[in-house]
């Protein structure tokens, strides 16, 4: 499916608090530029169709 | 070759001439460190010089010479470690200010334990990018590290000591790391030549992580002989790193002549045909003209591939920092602060698609290497930026310059697949550009042969820059 609409400053205003991070006034805009960034590149991963069969490939072994 | 300064030969010179007795370990130790006093106030690459552990390791070289032991392979050549390698005596700082209030590592990491036992002399540690989320060589904490070539520009990071130390021949050879084109892009930026070995080659064991599940280390140099020699003296397997695969690593210094002869070579199109400057451009053209390359072949969804490789990084990288993230944001070095802030709060499915792509990716590129044996792309997109820039022009679209250096390395690490930097100086270019030699994972014996060819053929090279005073 093609990927919500990302607002950054929300996403922000939302998750920080939750992980106990403060983002001063100064970095803000950094920071929303990143998430930003990152969006889109995630959408460009979420919307590849990938089988469910195709697993991460972790390295621990037991 | 003979060079009137030991210092400026290769590390395979060096050790030829300590074991022919022409100089002593004690010498090349001196030499290194008298030329870090001469040149790193220039240039900014150590961050901490360890003079008596270099000339007790030589003291120790030249009394088993003196008695007519062998010398093991490196003995008396002189390197300095990226400072994220643990170096027993030294807080293992990892470019960030935070790390060096941490108590002084008791051992040091397993590569610089394999190259003590070859001989070599760790003469320092180097500059780097905070926590290696860097791609420029800046640093908030040390100061930038400058380009040898032009110390008004990047060295690239993260490894940027590492580039520089060697381009400015301090030393023959650095150890560095690279998640995400680390060794690559400062091996292009400062015209080394380095490798990333595939992933799992070399043991991570004593440094710090940035992200464990992409993380590599690997050496710059002035030769791909040389990388070669230290590959075989690397290499192995080491309980300690997880992710130490039990490959058998046969030398390659022995087949290294072999150069080119019988490979499938071919240009990587589409992903690493956008977004280059005329200079990445020509330095891939330059060498498939020198290797005879007609053929392209396609990475399948490259592109996807650096977003997930993206996406892993940031999420992953600033999940290792969270706590220090939420009592000591403002000690981070504002350039990597933003993006870790953000990582911090990706969420886990974004990173978990990513990773399965990984799988899927993998797969995709081993098809590819079922009918070529090494592929030809460029390392940067352009030439090294002056330091403090902050946007480039990609395909006629302003992009922000540090996380975009390393379009092209992304993809390739992404997937552990073994790659050397080799570096070209184009026709009347003032500074070096590289390209990656990529082999299939585990055959760092095909790149290192091409990037050997490159050299022989005089296509690549990377003489020590003259720095103005």
């Known amino acids: 499916m093609t990927q919500p609409a990302f607002d950054a400053d929300t996403f922000l205003d939302t998750v920080a608090p939750a992980l106990g991070l403060s983002v001063a006034p100064d970095w803000r805009a950094g920071v929303c530029f990143h998430l930003t960034v990152t969006a889109r590149a995630a959408g460009l991963v979420l919307d590849f169709p990938l089988s469910d069969e195709i697993e991460a490939a972790p390295v621990f072994e037991p | ?469």
């Not at chain 2, 053929?295 to 992953?316: D, H």
């Not at chain 2, 886990?348 to 030809?376: G, L, P």
């Not at chain 2, 092209?408 to 390209?435: H, R």
Request: some cysteine.
């Open chain 2, 1 to 469: 070759m003979q060079h009137i300064n030991p210092l400026q030969g290769t590390a395979t010179e060096i050790a030829q001439m300590v074991q022919r007795g022409e100089v002593s370990a004690d010498d090349m130790a001196r030499l290194s460190l008298a030329a870090i006093e001469a040149i790193d106030p220039r240039i900014n690459a150590v961050t901490d010089i360890t003079a008596e552990r270099a000339l007790a390791e030589a003291e120790a070289i030249d009394a088993a010479h003196a008695r007519g032991e062998p010398l093991p392979p490196l003995a008396g050549v002189p390197y300095a470690v990226k400072n994220l390698y643990d170096i027993e005596g030294l807080p293992t700082r990892a470019g960030s200010r935070i790390n060096r209030e941490r108590p002084a590592a008791t051992a040091d990491a397993a590569l610089v334990s394999r190259l003590k036992a070859a001989g070599a002399l760790l003469v320092g540690a180097l500059n780097m990018g905070e926590y290696a989320y860097d791609f420029t060589g800046e640093n908030a904490h040390d100061g930038a590290c400058r380009n040898p070539h032009d110390p008004a520009r990047m060295a690239g990071g993260s490894s940027s000591g590492s580039g520089a130390a060697v381009a400015a021949g301090m030393v023959p050879f650095a150890l560095a790391s690279d998640t995400n084109g680390s060794i690559r892009v400062p091996s292009s930026f400062c015209g080394t030549f380095g490798l990333k070995p595939t992933f799992g080659r070399f043991s991570r064991a004593g440094t710090f992580p940035f992200v464990a599940s992409l993380d590599h280390l690997g050496p710059l140099a002035r030769s791909a002989e040389d990388l070669a020699l230290l590959y075989d003296v690397l290499a192995g397997h080491d309980p300690a790193d997880p992710a130490s695969a039990r490959k058998a690593a046969p030398p390659v210094t022995p087949v290294l002549e072999r150069g080119a002869e019988g490979l499938r070579l071919a240009i990587a199109g589409d992903w690493f045909r956008r977004n280059a400057f005329p200079e990445a451009t020509a330095a891939v053209e330059t060498v498939a003209a020198a290797l005879g390359i007609t053929r392209e072949v396609v990475l399948p969804e490259a592109e996807r591939a650096r977003a997930s490789a993206y996406v892993i990084s940031t999420s992953e990288g600033a999940a290792l920092h969270l706590e220090r993230l939420q009592t000591r944001a403002a000690d981070f070095d504002p350039d990597t602060r933003d993006r870790f802030l953000a990582g911090a709060m990706v969420p886990a499915a974004w990173a978990n698609k990513a990773q399965r792509f990984r799988t899927w990716f993998r797969e995709a590129v081993k098809s590819v290497f079922e009918t070529v044996d090494v592929i030809i792309a460029p390392a940067t997109p352009c030439f090294a930026p002056e330091i403090g820039q902050k946007t480039f022009l990609l395909d006629g679209v302003e992009m922000p310059v540090r996380p975009n250096i390393g379009v092209y390395t992304q993809p390739l690490s992404f997937i552990g697949l073994p790659v050397v930097a080799a570096p070209l100086w184009l026709e009347d270019a003032g500074l070096p550009i590289a390209v990656q030699v990529i082999a299939a994972p585990w055959r760092e014996d095909l790149a290192l042969r091409v990037a050997h060819e490159l050299e022989r053929r005089g296509t690549a090279q990377a003489p020590i820059a003259l720095i103005p005073a």
